[in-house]
């Protein structure tokens, strides 16, 4: 599976919502969608390092993660104490849709993060007319950063940059980032390295909130990523595939605890 074969995929499916959904249609819907708490106020914390828990049921490296619904994995997160909520919303191969980002807005009290592959400003609208408080915006990706920055924020949500080399850092911060992640796993072939965020976090300014994504497994992910500069930890596969995931949950916050000061 090539990263290529995914956005050909992805676009394929864009193309059909804005047929069947003009976005006249979406702004519309935004009307009667309030944007309820600031994704990223809810990683500002002084001591600890912020974790984000994903709903994500499948991914191209790891398979079919789990067939738990975000009916019920949300409201572990939030009893957990997750700072905020990732929402995949690929269908192909993440094997889940937009409408578990609506879902989420009902049931959940958390901050919500759209993570798909935003293509074009129509999807950004999408997300505001489905409850997310912020998107995730690829540096390499998005066609014109500065302006879809500048789309979200007019809507009232956040956007995570991502970035996996320091020329993406560079274009994130001139477009205006405020949150900038670094993905630990390769698109060429799904590997993890952490040292991709103890190289780049270097880059980006201590204003700019930091979150580490991809990888992190244990108590020892967790503090070897704080101890690089992350703000904030998005944490996915490992959460969804345990078979206590309460207890991998508290696992990984217990260990970001005052991680911060650690440094």
Do not use: W
């Amino acid at each position: 599976m090539k990263f290529s074969d995914i956005i050909k995929q992805r676009r394929e499916v864009l193309n059909k919502e804005k047929f069947y959904k003009p976005l006249s249609e979406l702004k519309e819907d935004i009307k009667r969608i309030k944007v309820r708490k600031s994704f990223k106020n809810s990683l500002l914390k002084e001591d600890d390092v912020s974790i984000i828990c994903e709903y994500k049921p499948a991914s191209p490296s790891a398979g079919d993660i789990s067939n738990l619904t975000v009916e019920t994995v949300l409201p572990l997160f939030e009893k957990m104490g997750a700072s905020a909520a990732s929402i995949i919303t690929e269908e192909k191969f993440f094997k889940s849709n937009v409408n578990n980002l609506k879902i989420a807005c009902k049931i959940s009290g958390l901050p919500l993060l759209r993570k798909d592959f935003i293509l074009d400003e129509y999807q950004i609208y999408e997300s505001r007319a489905n409850g997310a408080n912020a998107i995730l915006l690829m540096a390499d990706l998005y066609p014109n950063l500065s302006e879809g920055i500048l789309i979200t924020q007019y809507l009232g949500m956040d956007v995570m940059v991502e970035c996996k080399n320091e020329e993406e850092i560079k274009k994130a911060i001139n477009a205006g980032a405020e949150i900038i992640g670094i993905n630990n796993r390769s698109f060429e072939d799904f590997s993890i390295n952490f040292n991709r965020t103890q190289k780049l976090s270097a880059l980006v300014p201590s204003e700019i909130i930091l979150v580490s994504e991809s990888g992190v497994k244990n108590r020892d992910n967790v503090k070897l990523l704080s101890s690089y500069g992350a703000d904030a930890l998005l944490v996915g596969t490992s959460i969804m595939e345990s078979n206590e995931m309460s207890r991998k949950i508290v696992e990984i916050i217990s260990a970001a605890k005052n991680s911060r000061l650690e440094r």
